[in-house]
């Protein structure tokens, strides 16, 4: 149900609370004593719903009436009250102002009232300040009731608080009060107090605020040491006094308030009572607000109350005594009811003491916590702390009984205690002086009995109701009653350690001080040891202690109550250090400084002034004020004041400057004489400034003088324009302007001057005719040389003694004002206006009014000083200037002088740029020229702007591009003039031809490299372009000629084009077909040179010969030969390819040659090569010298036999010569075997080694571990092989091999040499290609490796095998038959012949290579023979071929040789076997088998088959 209500009233709130419009028609009431006017809203009669107090609040404070804003009503005073009473504005259960939501208990005026904020009631003091009317009980703290209504009866209304949720009909809004002044109440002590909302008044020294008593108007006061606070405040002095009081302001306007304003000093307030019950006994009443009157005080105790008269004030406004008229039987003390001066105040919660404490009760209708916490531990009476208290005996129960009023409606006295269940029926304090001590309850009965005190623990917490005293237990959000005890407690500050501060003079303190005793007991109050006077505060709990004058500090304070001191150190009093409030500011010429402050000192032993010649100090008042003398002087001096041990510092300022007069001037400016004060005597140190006027100028007065010190300057103001202006002079930085500011008048003469050319012109309006004036410039008169009247006046031809001065204008008394005229100069002529660019020409210029000193300034776009060396001022008339050198046109000057006034200006020139010459040469370009800048000069050729390399005033030189370089006009500007034009037209370069031109029969292409090759000019004209050649040797060629068919490769730099086969040299120059034409350089080039390829002849040393050469590109009618420096005689052509000569062959081959140079000179080219090398003459030495049945042929060499002989050496019969055996059986590891044979002969090519220049080894490649990559069948009795070393990392490394088979002899030829090959022999043919040699001096040995048997066996003997070693040639010899290697004596390098060298290779020949290689396992074989040599091939880069050959010879037996069984007479025929080296491109020997001729060739070839990749060493 609770819900559902608050739901509804919830709906409501917010139907309403936005509802500004009044629930009534406005027909409020007027009270007559204020002019406010009332009214009561009835909420619920317009909506059917009743109202809160914080919306009652926020309605009133929505409404106005009459133009003036409602609030809800304020009771400010018993007059307000009753007249409310009567018109029913108090009816019980409406709302009011009033609230404690800021701080329960202290209640103050609601907000949006003209009183919002003011105090209205403090229930922990029991004190009203204006009015209140709460009924016994109220307000209470019961949670949250923090609004007023209305209750009570018709007859006797008061006023409670209630919560945010109470809902009452009706509220009263009041209208009127904000447009007035409003003036807070003030104890009767006095106090100053701050009035509110007198915007409609003027605040000056006339407002007056004057009260009149409201009982007796003949008393009156005003408010006194009126002090405006902001446009509608101010802060006055209200003097002690009692009563009620109306208050009428008034201005110095007269405007007065329109109605009287009701104020009363604060209501009495009772602090604490001594009580008395009989008649005739005096009771004593603290508290405040009392007055000083005894007769306007009057008091009754209890309810009917029962008067105490015979008042005796002891202590103006706050004790008094009085004496009871009756007894008190059945009646209580309390409450009690005061008047002073109709201000009455009735008090159901004062203190009442007894025993040595005070008492008072509250029924607050609180929880206990709050009761204890925030009521009773809040409450000072007679300074002393409050604490809630217990019933302990019945001497205070009876006590309390005679003296806690009677509550309304008889409510009970219930009392929270101070006690906490300890158990077996025992008690200790809670809290106070006391507290955790036991505590003894005084009750008669314990409702509920034992069974409910069984439940209580330490929690519990107790009441007992006064009347009965039964004793029960609450709960802690019960509410009820309290009883608070005061005092058992020392006195202790409230605020400890706290060090107050007072000036030096002394004065009051206000310790704020707990329980400091009651107006019985006896307070002391020491300071630095001393006792001290005071006076106590009880309201603010505090007490005002009188501190005498002195310094420094802090010292302690310590309060004693009868025999109880505060803690030792716990408050402290220090003396303020100086502060220096004002200085008077004394004139510049000095004076008596008067420095006032605060905290200063009585005497000047402790006190040090440090103000710099400030002199003859004195106190003026003591603490308060010191003088000393200042001298003349100005500006700002810095002061330091030193009291005891404490300082201070300032500024001091002397007088600012004032302004008493000063003349008006001339917008033409002038000088101004101003008088006033504190001017000082420094005129350094002083400015002028002339501000403001309608164009706001800030101008500073020049030339400042000193007429009379302090008081009166002169300066010299600048023109402005006519208006009024301020005037400001700043002396030493301190400034004259304070209101009013002095303002100056600058007036419009109506007279200038200008000036045309060299004519002084005056201008103004209404100007008498000149004839009529006096005219003087300066000291010159020029009356005479004036003419004209009215507006203006032109003086022309002006003597030449003018010069600048001032202008004075008179006629008779008529005096016009001056004017300073500045003379600009006038340049009337310049002598020269065309200058030489190089050398300084002197210009004279004329003019007038060249005054000096004068600046000569040239160019007018950034005006140069031209320095004073630089001309020469021959008169104010005349001057020479040194122009030294220079480009460009109109180039000015002007001359200006000291007021930097400029003269007009006169244009001089320097000669334009012309060209000359321009030459070219090659690239660069050279332009002969006069007047040309280094920094200024833009070059054009054609179309585009080349670099300059480099400029003088004669010279230009550039670099042709290219890209950009064409026939076309050259022109260059200098500082914006242009020069003549001149036409360049570029003549080719040539770089080079390439290539050299084929001899032959057909014409062949050549391209000619070089610049400026075109046929176009820079404006795009065809220019003809040709090549022209001419022969060298015109009998073998026409002379000269054209190129044909040219054709542009790169624009401009390439060509190519046809040439006509011929022979020797000849030139080309580029001839470009223009006006003159322009040739290039010649260029020299040649058809191809003769080419010798070789000496095809075989040729002997000292042996003649028509030799037979291979040669290319010849003319044979003007061709010679040389063999090294001998001429080859009778030189013919063979073929187109071959010459013939004849050549006597003596010159020796030098051992370290490898050829004889061969040199073919044709038409004057010339072709060479080291390619003659002469055969070798071989002995038959090897071939048993033809075993003498035979000749020896030493060219190839070969045995002819005699007839009947056969044999290679001759030795075999030919009637016993053997048949051929069957052809060699090749299997597929390579092995050849020949039946019937038992010797083999294994011959393989093992190594290529490269050696270096000392015959040291460098690196080598292995053969056995080539990679065959080719076998190819050339023949039937042909092979060919290659292969590469790449799994040795060499990959540029190639090797060939051809293998040949000769079944029958014959010759061959290689390398120009010609071979004998016997029957049955192999020729090998070797080639090395793509060996990278570390060095170019290195050289390659191709090592071969022979092998066969150790030995023989003969007649059952063993035979040894032996070999012999010749030049090209070696032989391996067993007893049957030997084995022969021929080499030829010549190698191809790179396809050129050069002589070989056959080496022995073993541990005692080259054994560098031997252990380089190392050993294989046929050199540890004591079976086997083994036979290294290599061939020596020269530094080659693609390529070397060898040509190796190898033959068996067969040896006869005798017929009695042995057989098998080593008798038997056989034949021996060798077997040759032809295998290749393990992995490498093994030679493979020739088989010498003999077998039948008519199978010769046929069978053996068909059944030979060498596999490579099958053979092994």
Known sequence: MKRIFHLIFFLIFIKHSFCLTPPQTLNPIKNPLNQHYYQVFDNKLAYGVQITGPNATNYCNSFSYNGTKGYLVTFTSEEEWNWGKTNNLTTSGMWISGSDAEKTGVWKYSKGSPEEDDFMYNLYFDKCYSFCIFGSLEPNLIKDEHWLHTSGSVTVPYVNNNGPLALLDKYVCEFGGYEEPHIPPSPTTGSTVIIKRLNSFTIDNQLSIIFKNRADSSKTFSCTTIKQIDTGSVECAIPPGQGKYTVAIKDSKNKNNNFPIYWNYELPMIGG?????????????????????????????????????????????????????????????????????????????????????????????????????????????????????????????????????????????????????VGNGNFVYITGPNIGKPCILKYKSIIGGDAVKATWTENTRFVIYLDTLELTNMTLSSHTGVLTEYGGTPPSFTIPNKVNTIDTIGGKVDIGIDNYGTIFSKITVFFNGKSVPFERDYINGELDVQIAAGFDGPYEIVVRVDTLNTTANSQFVKYNEPTIITMNRVPTTGGVVTIAGSSFSNTLSNTLLTFKSCSLLSVLVPYKSYTCTLPVGSGTIPVALKISNQSTTAIYKYAEPSITYSNNIAQVGGVLSISGINFGIDSSLIQVLVTGGSDNVNVTCKNVAIIEDHEKISCLSPPLSPDTYNLEIIVDGISSITPPQYQIEYFNSDLYTNQDKADLLI?????????????????????????????????????????????????????????????????????????????????????????QPIKVLKDNNNEELIKDQDYTINSPEEIVLHIFGGFGLNHTIVIENQNQLKSNKVIYSFFKPELLSVTQVEDLVIIIGRNLSKTLTTLIFGSYEPAIKSIDSNRIEFNLLTSKSRNGDIYVIVDSQKSNYLLLEIYPILYSIKPIASSFNSTSKITISGNYLFEEDSNNNAVALQFQYTFKTPSINSPVGFLSNCLSLIVGTEYECDIQPGYGKFEIIAISKSSPSQISNSLQSEYESPIVLKVLSQVYLNEPIDLLISVLNFKIDYTSVFIEDQECENVSIVDQTTIKCKYQSTIPLPIERKGLNVKVISANLSGENDCLVY??????????????????????????????????????????????????????????????????????????????????????????????TNRTGLSNSSNFYSGNFNKQGDNSTIFELIIHYFSDQGEIEFAGETLYMPENSIKYQATILGWKFSSELNYLVTIFKSKTDSSEVYNCESIDTQSKYLKNQYQIQTFSTSLTGKFASRAIIDDRITQTELIQIDKQNNSKIYNFIGASTDDIDNSKFTLRTGVISPHFTIKTIIDPSFGQLLRPEDDDDEDTNCNSNKWKVPVIVVVSVVGGSTLVAAASILYYRKLKEKKSMKRMSISMNSMKD
């Open 763 to 851: 201008n103004g309006k209404d100007l008498p005719d000149a004839t009529t004036l006096s005219i003087i410039l300066g000291s010159v008169n020029i009356s005479s040389y004036c003419l004209g009247s009215q507006e203006l006046i032109r003086c022309s031809n002006l003597p030449l003694n003018v010069i600048s001065g001032t202008l004075s204008i008179t006629q008779g008394d008529k005096i016009y004002p001056s004017i300073p005229v500045t003379l600009k100069p006038w340049i009337s002529s310049i002598s020269n206006q065309l200058l030489d660019t190089i050398q300084t020409s002197d210009v004279t210029i004329t003019g007038r009014y060249f005054e």
């Open 1175 to 1268: 055969s070798t003459l071989y002995d038959c030495e090897l071939l048993n010298n033809c075993s003498g049945h035979g000749d020896c042929n030493k060219k190839l060499p070969k045995c002819i036999c005699y007839q009947g002989w056969r044999g290679q050496d001759c030795s075999i019969d030919s009637e016993k010569y053997p048949p051929q055996p069957e052809p060699p059986i090749i299997d597929e590891n390579g092995s050849t075997t020949f039946p019937g044979s038992k010797i083999n002969y294994t011959i393989a090519i093992t190594h290529l080694v490269e050696m270096d220049i000392t015959d040291n080894p460098v690196r080598f490649l292995s053969l056995s571990e080539i990679e065959w």
């Open 273 to 421: 009572v001594y009580p008395v019950f009989t008649k005739g006994s005096t009771a004593s009443i603290t508290g405040a607000n009392f007055g000083t009157i005894a007769s306007e005080i009057t008091v009754t105790l209890g309810a009917p109350g029962v008067s105490c008269n015979n008042i005796i004030i002891t202590q103006p406004h706050e004790v008094f005594t009085c004496v009871l008229s009756e007894n008190l039987t059945g009646n209580k003390f309390l409450p009690i009811t005061i008047t002073v001066s109709t201000n009455t105040f009735i008090s159901f919660k004062a203190a009442i003491f007894y025993n040595g404490y005070y008492y008072s009760g509250f029924l607050a209708w609180a929880t206990f916590e709050t009761s204890m916490i925030d009521y009773a531990s809040n409450l000072r009476i007679d300074g002393q702390i409050g604490h809630m208290g217990s019933l302990y005996d019945d001497t205070l129960i009876k006590f309390t009984n005679d003296t806690l009023p009677v509550q309304n409606g008889n409510a009970r006295w219930i009392l929270w205690q101070n006690a906490k269940y």
